[in-house]
């Protein structure tokens, strides 16, 4: 869509409608995870806000356009961490605001994308409010947030949030099958990937991604056993695969789910149905109760390695959970 490999061109057809009639906002959250293509519909945006043909943006044949679209526009700016650190601290905001008083090179608009908005610190976030409350007519900012409510409060209601959720099956599976035209596993993947078409990418590249499933399968039944011996087991699990912890809690979840769902009659949705022979054991073997605490443990013990709690502990956490609830 206008130069960029998008995968909301509906919502982008809307912003772009919007600003063509001379309505823009000074600040944007597009808001949306990592496998959505968000930086580049940012950037698409950024390529309508600065095109010479306000009426017609983006025209793709403007000078300006042509610079967007190579990545050396002057007016559209990016703001990033500094090197070596974990945080988009108040430094590089402070830099902006100070480039953001210079009018543009070219044009109406002067536009800057903060990647990674979910790592701006409050401190950064103040000193971004103070912008956004009183912000130069040609200036635009758009945060990238996986996430919108990891950002203050009176940042959210100073910025208009773009919503980036996940698009439906059709678009994830035109996107594996152009990319990956030999790949048997369409079917899976897409239901897999629930609406990130660049989930697949991480799983296609990721030569033990079959044995990982196997394992996550084999770990269900000792999540739900309400068996101390087997929490151990687990926890060891997850502390020899500590580094794609994320990643093994949500397979369980995609079995936890499917058990779930075939218990209450619907085993055509599952994600597994390559191996819905064993959900099906799991379905008739545990009550519905005990596979919803499950899901809700697993889910709380994700967030905890968001934390940065040791991941062995999350897991213990987990299955113990399971156990103490019933
Ligand atoms: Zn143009």
Redesign the pocket.
């Known amino acids: 869509m206008y130069g960029y490999d998008i995968f909301h061109d509906r919502l982008m057809d809307t912003l772009i409608g919007n600003l063509r009639n001379g309505t823009n906002a000074a600040a944007y959250i597009f808001e949306g995870v990592k496998g959505l293509r968000v930086y580049e519909s940012a950037l698409l945006f950024a ?1 309508a806000l ?4 306000p009426k ?7 000078p ?2 042509r610079e967007a679209q190579a990545g050396t526009h002057p007016d559209i700016l990016f703001v990033n961490r500094e090197r070596g650190k974990a945080s988009l601290g108040i430094n590089p905001i402070r830099d902006m605001i100070t480039e953001a008083m210079v009018t543009p090179f070219f044009n109406q608009h002067k536009v800057f994308i903060i990647k990674d908005g979910d790592l701006l610190t409050a401190e950064a976030q103040n000193a971004f409010l103070k912008i956004i409350e009183e912000p130069p007519e040609y200036a635009v900012f758009i945060i990238i947030c996986p996430d919108a409510q990891t950002l203050l409060p009176t940042v959210r209601s100073r910025a208009i949030t773009i919503p980036f959720t996940p698009v439906n099956d059709d678009i994830v599976r035109k996107y594996i099958t152009e990319k990956y035209p030999d790949e048997p596993r369409v079917d899976f993947l897409v239901k897999y990937c629930a609406g990130i078409p660049e989930a697949a990418d991480d799983i296609i590249d990721r030569e033990d991604f079959e044995q990982l499933r196997e394992d996550a399968l084999s770990l269900v039944p000792k999540i739900l056993s309400k068996n101390k011996i087997h929490a151990y087991t687990v926890s060891e699990y997850f502390e020899n695969h500590a580094e794609i912890a994320a990643e093994l809690y949500d397979m369980i979840l995609t079995y936890l789910r499917d058990a779930l769902v075939t218990a209450l009659g619907s085993p055509e949705k599952i994600v597994n149905a390559d191996t819905s022979d064993k959900i099906d054991i799991l379905a008739r073997t545990y009550p519905t109760g005990l596979l919803v605490c499950a899901i809700d443990e697993i889910i709380y013990s994700k967030k905890l390695l968001d934390r940065n709690v040791k991941t062995s502990a999350t897991a213990m956490h987990a299955a113990l959970k399971v156990v103490s609830d019933i």
């Open positions: 390529k600065v095109c010479d043909n017609d943006a983006p025209c793709c044949h403007c300006s356009c």
